[in-house]
């Protein structure tokens, strides 16, 4: 549809071997050949099939080529750009992260019951959720940079009423006002990075942002890890730290540009030219500026601009698959447990023999380095590998390290130690710890622990006794109950978990969990819903498909301690492996493939049916390039090599 060419335009046809060999004689031919034809664009239709068979060679120097134009043309700034705006990332990673260390020694200062811990976490989630979906009219209504400008400010004063405040009233406050921030930055980076990123580096530099997800929910576990041992006051550190990366990238963006192409949009042209010249440094940017326009006013001729915009994207094919795509890909990024999975990630450790309970925030810092160090992985592969093969390759690995993981449970419950003591309550008060004979109905009851000895690695004399309500990493009362002594007297203390000799099955299940998610699954519903979506439906589109992540982020994280009871730990993963397993079937059917292609061009990718299992883009199948000839006013051609003069 976005390919419409004038009349009067000469096309040409030849396959891309063809074209190779005349960008070879021309190499040889030297610079006499590029002068005299400086001033003549041409526009030549190049088709190849797969059954080239000078396809390797071609292969070979096409990517040469390519390497070397891309190398040339792409200025720091568009870095500059992008670092700057994925700060909002790290504020989301960063302010999702730090709550769960500041609620240990919030709810000891403030006396926080669990509704009101609950409530502290969820708040800010189900913020998100709404100004995400919010964030869409803003972004299309006043641009992204506005609104990367009002996420850094709500960062900035939500930090400052958290660290300041005196009640619990007011932390929830501080926690809305975050969230709003966390919705609004989460759906705008992306799309401003993607708007702004050249083709051949747009897919790494939309994963950078993830990247600094991951960096920030890794900072937020060091920074609780250090203030935790600061018990008076260290939660206000915590909370408040983030006002730091918020002032910056406000004060960043009062100089940073407006994406060009939201100005183009909005008909402010001169201003969109000048920026994008200064993002493609020497680069003409005449074809790609056509190119923005021609797309822009093609598709309000084909879709009209009438109408809420939602409505017009469910109503014309292409948005409304785009949308389906982009939504199921969040969807199931939350569905395959990630923030579960991170959240339960100390007490996995733990049960795998690491018995300092005071390590358990270390532990948890360790699981955000893994994450972290993985989704650098993604940077890395995004551009070598592509969107939908990296995708795969994730979701495969996922699910079956969720598989792993609920076998390690399993085979932990199946020999789950028996409870051999029933020491008596001195205070007399009824618990539900003393009607349980095995180990894991104990560590099930989120009321209850296990005190127990070791023989060699067996687990003898243990007793389900209550938790102590103001720590979990003791007993309320009887041997367990005072840290210092049952160490010595070689007691240990398992609470949410049950020590077996196939922890290490769980540990292992969680390690591949994050080594295969984190390079895909975690980055590429983000990246690839940047690039989805035409200019008038992008803001909407993003929206959405963010809305849907924190809906499902929060329905999978309240409802997993109560799938755990009901179904146990290891039913809870395999029901997630099991949606994971949905999700690779949906991806490979729907996900097509959009890497080094114009966001102008992707479009096109839902033109057909949906699901067509990524036959029609794939790289092996046909392939249409469109470059210019002899004056024309077609621009189609900054996929790299096919620049041909
Ligand atoms: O892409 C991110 C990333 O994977 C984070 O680690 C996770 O906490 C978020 O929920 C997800 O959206």
């Known amino acids: 549809m976005s390919r419409k060419a004038s009349d009067n335009v000469e096309y040409t046809l030849r396959s891309l071997s063809n074209l190779m060999g005349e960008k070879r004689r021309r ?21 190849s099939c797969s059954s080239l068979n000078s396809a390797a060679s071609g292969g070979e120097l096409e990517r040469a080529a390519r390497r070397q134009f891309q190398q040339d043309e792409t200025p720091g700034f568009v870095y500059v750009v992008s670092v700057f705006s994925a700060l909002g990332g790290f504020l989301f990673g960063y302010d999702t992260g730090v709550v769960s260390g500041a609620l240990l020694l919030l709810k000891r200062e403030l006396n926080l019951d669990a509704l009101w811990q609950e409530l502290l976490v969820s708040s800010t989630v189900g913020a998100a959720a709404l100004s995400a979906l919010a964030g ?12 990367i400008l009002l996420a850094s400010g709500l960062f900035t004063a939500g930090s400052g009423v958290l660290a300041a405040a005196r009640d619990k009233e007011t932390l929830l406050a501080g926690r809305v006002v975050v969230g709003l921030g966390i919705g609004v930055a989460s759906m705008t980076v992306p799309v401003y990075i993607a708007e702004v990123a050249p083709p051949h580096l747009r897919g790494r530099l939309v994963t950078i942002n993830t990247l600094f997800i991951t960096g920030g929910q890794f900072f937020a576990s060091v920074v609780d890890g250090i203030f935790s041992y600061l018990a008076k006051d260290g939660w206000r550190y915590m909370l408040g730290l983030s006002a730091v990366p918020a002032v910056i990238q406000f004060l960043g963006f ?23 010249s ?61 923030n579960t999975v991170m959240y339960y990630s100390a007490t996995i450790l733990q049960m795998s023999g690491v018995e300092d309970d005071r390590l358990a ?16 992985v993604g940077v890395w592969l995004v551009e070598r590998m592509g969107r939908r093969k990296l995708t795969l390759g994730s979701l495969t690995g996922t699910a079956v390290a969720l598989i792993i993981l609920a076998s390690g449970f399993l085979l932990s419950a199946q020999v789950s130690p028996r409870i051999t003591l029933n020491p008596t309550d001195p205070s007399h008060q009824n618990s539900t710890c003393t009607k349980y004979s095995y180990c894991n109905g104990c560590m099930l009851d989120p009321d ?19 938790v102590d309500k103001h720590s979990t990493m003791k007993a309320a009362w009887g041997r367990c109950s005072n840290e210092s002594i049952f160490k010595k007297e070689d007691l240990f203390w398992a609470y949410n978990f049950c020590p077996t000799p196939y922890s290490w099955t769980a540990l292992l299940g969680l390690i591949l969990y994050l080594v295969f998610f984190a390079p895909g699954m975690g980055p590429m519903p983000w990246t690839v819903n940047s690039e989805i979506y035409p200019l008038w439906a992008r803001s909407t589109g993003n929206a959405c498909s963010s809305g849907v992540n924190w809906v499902f982020n929060v329905l999978v994280s309240l409802t997993f301690l109560h799938t755990a009871e009901y179904l146990t730990y290891y039913g809870a993963f395999f029901l997630y492996a099991g949606f994971a397993a949905l999700g690779l079937v949906f991806i490979y059917g729907c996900l097509p493939e959009t890497k080094g292609k114009k966001l102008e061009e992707i479009e096109s990718l839902f033109e057909n049916r949906l699901c067509t299992c990524g036959m029609s883009d794939s790289d092996e199948g046909r392939y249409i390039e469109y470059i210019r000839v002899k004056g024309s006013n077609y621009h189609l051609s900054d996929n790299d090599a096919s620049d041909v003069e």
Do not use: H
Request: hydrophobic residues 40%.
């Open 136 to 147: 869409g009219v803003l972004n299309g209504l006043c641009g992204r940079r506005p609104c």
């Open 448 to 466: 209850c622990g296990l005190c127990y000895k070791l023989n060699k690695s067996s687990v003898v004399e243990s007793s389900c006794i209550p």
């Open 27 to 47: 190499q040889a031919d030297g610079s006499a050949g590029s002068g005299a034809a400086a001033g003549e664009r041409s526009l030549i239709a190049a088709e």
């Open 278 to 338: 200064q993002m493609r440094g020497n680069q003409a940017i005449d074809e790609e500026y056509d190119s923005i326009k021609n797309n822009i006013e093609e598709e309000e001729k084909e879709v009209g601009a009438a109408g809420p915009v939602i409505c017009r994207m469910l109503t014309y094919p292409p948005t409304r698959r785009a949308l389906i795509v982009g939504c199921g890909l969040q969807m199931f990024q939350q569905l395959s447990g990630i």
């Open 254 to 276: 009062l100089f940073l540009p407006e994406s060009p192409r939201w100005l183009i949009q909005k008909g402010q042209t001169q201003r969109a030219r000048r920026i994008l």
């Open 361 to 376: 925030i270390w532990l948890a810092a360790l699981t955000a380095f893994i994450n972290f160090v993985f989704t650098l």
